[in-house]
């Protein structure tokens, strides 16, 4: 079963643009990662935010995490043509490893 | 780090008969995942498999159609057995360190 939602489906936007997708969870965690997964490619992992963190940095990505409201963002900025590909949350309970994945968000940039 | 290798990395198969897949990490970790990410979807946990004990499956998924094997602590199999087009999927093994390690991905096409 999956344990997020992820907003929105899918976003389009032009290079330069920054992306925005969000990700709700439903239970407790300790910690939410964001992948990255081009054309049914293998997983990329971008950026691991623990529960007592609220915003994390890596080049061009910010995440942000709020357990009071269960949610966290993800934010590209200044997106180029290569970021096209579908972005997951995961939420880890536990720390152990074991994810329960988001329904991703499709995200296309275009020149 | 972690690198994972799978085998084979793709496979064509008829209704009926069963794959088993291979993960190979390069040292030694407790928990082995596996994961199954059907056409255009999210990755859904299978199941967690221990060294020296039964895997524990997640609802959904049941030993006689997923039997695993986990004989050390570096090496798991998966088998998808008496399979049908519905199980066409990418399957992904993973093991965690200081942060989740995903292997390539078996791609699985049952015809």
């Known amino acids: 079963s999956q344990q997020g939602e992820e907003d929105p489906q899918a976003l389009s936007i032009q290079e330069g643009e920054n992306a925005t997708m969000n990700c709700s969870y439903k239970t407790s965690i300790n910690n939410l990662q964001w992948y990255r997964q081009n054309s049914g490619r293998g997983l990329v992992h971008l950026i691991l935010?623990?529960?007592?963190?609220r915003e994390k940095h890596s080049g061009r990505l910010r995440v942000t995490l709020d357990t009071s409201k269960k949610s966290s963002s993800l934010l590209i900025t200044a997106s180029r043509a290569a970021d096209t590909a579908s972005y997951f949350c995961?939420?880890?309970?536990?720390?152990?490893?074991?994810?329960?994945f988001g329904a991703g968000t499709q995200v296309v940039v275009t020149p | 780090s972690a690198v994972i290798s799978q085998k084979p990395s793709r496979d064509i198969c008829q209704r009926g008969t069963s794959l088993t897949i291979q993960c190979q990490v390069d040292s030694q970790v407790t928990m082995m995942f596996w994961y199954r990410q059907q056409p255009g979807q999210s990755l859904t946990l299978i199941a967690t498999a221990n060294q020296g004990s039964e895997a524990t499956y997640e609802s959904g998924f049941v030993i006689d159609k997923f039997p695993i094997s986990r004989p050390n602590l570096t090496f798991s199999t998966l088998t998808v057995s008496n399979m049908s087009p519905e199980d066409s999927s990418i399957y992904l093994c993973s093991v965690n360190r200081d942060q989740t390690y995903f292997g390539p991905g078996t791609r699985l096409l049952v015809l």
């Open positions: 935010i623990r529960s007592n963190e």
């Open positions: 995961a939420t880890d309970e536990d720390s152990w490893g074991k994810l329960q």
